[in-house]
């Protein structure tokens, strides 16, 4: 099946721009009545305002990527939690759940500089459409946005949204250090995505939670679900990459391999099938190098046992959310982590 968020429909950007804004009720005694949807509009606007420049060539290229697309699976996450943990008005929370996706964009942009990635989401990419030097400063332009939000953040809030980033970038190096090399582990890989995507999902989701007033134990608890949640989101990704359709994906298959990034397929095909390690080394492999390499990698069982991997983080993300049992926002959070195991399956 296709990754379509059936309850809400949410992530197309016709439907973020058109929905109203949330209107609260003004009486002291009652909560702001606003639904997912209005709440994700909000928030891409303002990722769309955080965009604005006096030099108009940032506002295009930054535009450019972030109009192109995305899941906005890191915002959704974090207004729900936010939601089932009894949190109400929009403001705070639209700023964080903005600026965690900025951050992403950003490192979408610097991540196409180090693989000199021809396309993303589909289209020529950034750096291939801007050229290098002005992808590279507009990747730091987009940083600063999302830190510009971060400025109004409590000293603790700004702190989890740092360690989040210095984590994503040490998984970054990480990952270069690893590009090409067949010696990489499995423990090598999950080290990289729990820096690389999962502690972005994991600050996300602790912010919410203390946003909406929760409990230390229930903070943490969101966290570790949010955690899960990007582990699932990345590995279900790698999947992808092996054996998706690429008119579902808009993107060729193989770009893992074609840049030597290691996802969990790879690496367990590499354990299973010893040639699979002189694919995976080379610099720059032929189509046909490539279309060979994704079959012995099939052909070992990796794909499956990733998605069991998945599933295992799935199963993990919904233990986290049992202390907010008989929450409706808990159950959507719940179908959500279903829906990501189903991509493509």
Sequence with gaps: MGFVFIWLGLFGKDACVSSPEPKPRNTANEEAEWSLSDALACVERRIQSQLESREPLLTEISTYLVGSGGKRVRPAVTLLIYRACGGR????????AAALELIHSATLLHDDIIDDAETRRGRPSALYRYGLARTLVTGDFVFSRAFELCAGFEERLIRWAAEACIRLTEGEMMQGRFRHNPDVTL?????????????????????????????PAIVEAMAD????????????????DIEGEPGNLGKPVGIDLRDGNPSLPIVLGMMRDPELRGFFALRRPTEQEVHEALRRVRATGAVREARALAATFGARAKEALACLSGSSEAALLEEMVDQLLARGA
């Design 225 to 240: 679900c949010g955690f899960h949640v990007g582990m699932t989101f990345q590995i279900v990704d790698d999947v992808l």
């Design 89 to 96: 008005t929009l403001d705070s929370i639209v700023d964080v």
């Design 187 to 215: 423990e090598d890989y999950f080290e990289i995505i729990q820096r690389k995507t999962a502690s972005l999902f994991q600050q996300g989701a602790r912010a919410a939670a203390y946003l909406a007033g929760a409990s």
